[in-house]
């Protein structure tokens, strides 16, 4: 596995698989990978030559009262287990490479909208951080296609739309998200848990599970619907952030006509803020 830092090597290296007719994927990550991670790793292995992963903690899409510093870090095992994998490229850039001219100086990527509605209400400027840091990183890797986790299901729409508007060259793919065996999103923040949280966390998904199932069976009052389970939440010791029901291909409130809607929801277990989502067709 090549490990790489510097941008000028990448793009050598990346000459090469180019001059020789090679499918690249990219699967960017903040490392601290898990299995969700690694199963972007597969399913860009199904599709590519090359695989290249980067692990870069972006400091633009954390907030002034996030977790940046605390953000865990296990890089030697991330080494590891993606050379398990025969991951051909990992990059490693560097924020004063990444930022030269500082956060405070540096051109950004917004999507308007999309970034501003739910999770972007609650966590302003999280989604201008990702656009920026995804599209600087594509400019860097040049990837054919990309992966992502369909767990951060709003980034995947907000990832797709730049992917549209800027006319990138390069295919975006969601890949489902990996839960553990009770059912709990895989996440690098769930080791923030603590024990008794770690046990009531699944309960978030099984609400949801429980709020869709209501939605199938005919209930269409969704103000209500939401409200009534963010009670049951509040009320299981869950401090919800936001439970909306949307269009999945738009992110809007669902029309009559809507058949594909997705159940988005972000809720802090202690001081943990966990987030899911399941998609319904009707």
Not at 131 to 140: E, W
Not at 250 to 259: A, I, K, M, N, T
Request: aromatic share 8%; net charge neutral.
């Amino acid at each position: 596995m090549n490990i790489i830092s510097d941008i000028t090597t990448l793009r050598q290296i990346r000459r090469t698989w180019q001059t020789d007719g090679k499918v690249i994927a990219f699967v960017p990550t903040m490392g601290n990978l898990h299995q969700g991670h690694l199963n972007l790793v597969r399913e860009a292995k199904k599709h590519a030559d090359i695989v290249v992963v980067s692990i870069f903690v972006n400091p633009m899409q954390f907030g002034p009262d996030e977790d940046l510093d605390a953000y865990p870090r296990t890089l030697d095992n991330d080494k590891a287990q993606l050379e398990a994998l025969d991951v051909n490229a990992l990059f490693m850039p560097k924020a004063s490479d990444i930022y030269a001219r500082g956060l405070e100086h540096q051109t950004f990527v917004e999507v308007p909208g999309l970034s501003y509605m739910i999770c972007g209400a609650s966590r302003p400027g999280h989604f201008r951080g990702v656009a920026t840091i995804v599209c600087k990183l594509f400019n860097m890797v040049q990837p054919n296609l990309a992966f992502f986790g369909e767990k951060d299901f709003q980034q995947l729409q907000v990832i797709k739309a730049m992917v549209t508007d800027l006319s990138m060259n390069l295919n975006v793919f969601g890949v489902p998200t990996t839960r553990e065996s009770d059912g709990l999103a895989m996440s690098s923040r769930n080791q923030y848990l603590t024990k008794l949280e770690r046990k009531l966390a699944p309960t978030l998904y099984v609400k949801m599970q429980a709020l869709a199932d209501e939605i199938n069976l005919g209930r269409r009052d969704f103000t209500r619907l939401t409200a009534e389970y963010k009670q049951e939440l509040a009320r299981l010791g869950f401090n919800p952030d936001y439970l909306e029901i949307r269009s999945s291909e738009s992110l809007l409130q669902p029309s009559h006509e809507d058949s594909k809607l997705v159940l988005l929801a972000a809720a802090f277990l202690g001081k943990t803020r966990l987030i899911d989502n399941l998609q319904i067709s009707l």
